[in-house]
């Protein structure tokens, strides 16, 4: 997911972890994957969704709670929300 992050800041494009049958709430985890990616790519000028909120205005219920990602530009990802 990292190195994914890393292309779309630098050659654009836009990055999808959504939920699934296997996995409702999503595969990444909210503190320490999907947090910090969005950071980063917040403060780069593009923008983290989890496919309705921003993924920086997300509160954690507990410390491993999942959450989908869709990471890109701000126009990709307010496309997609």
Known sequence: VTVDVHRILLQGGVHLNPRDRTAPRGHLKLLYQCGPLAFVAVKA?????DGINSVLE??????????????GSVREVADLR
Do not use: E, I, N
């Open 58 to 71: 997300l509160t954690p219920s507990t410390l491993h709670q999942r959450c989908p990602l869709c990471v």
């Open 45 to 49: 000028g593009g923008a983290a969704s």
